[in-house]
């Protein structure tokens, strides 16, 4: 599956990312369940982050 993020750029995702597994901290000892499941998430979406090709400053529009 492809999902299109309009309006956001890779730092952002990485910064879901980083909510999703500061949440599953948080639901870690009363939803284990729901815990595993954010950190299923974050590392679905950061290995998706990690395949883009890197972008280099001069590759970004002016």
């Known amino acids: 599956m492809a999902l299109h993020l309009a309006g956001l750029d890779p730092d952002d995702v990485a910064e879901i990312v980083e909510c999703l597994l500061l949440g599953s901290t ?11 499941r954010r950190r299923e998430l974050a590392d679905t979406i950061g290995d998706a982050l990690d395949a883009l090709p890197p972008v280099h400053v001069d590759d970004e529009p002016t």
């Open 26 to 36: 948080h639901a870690a000892q009363d939803a284990p369940g729901l815990a595993g």
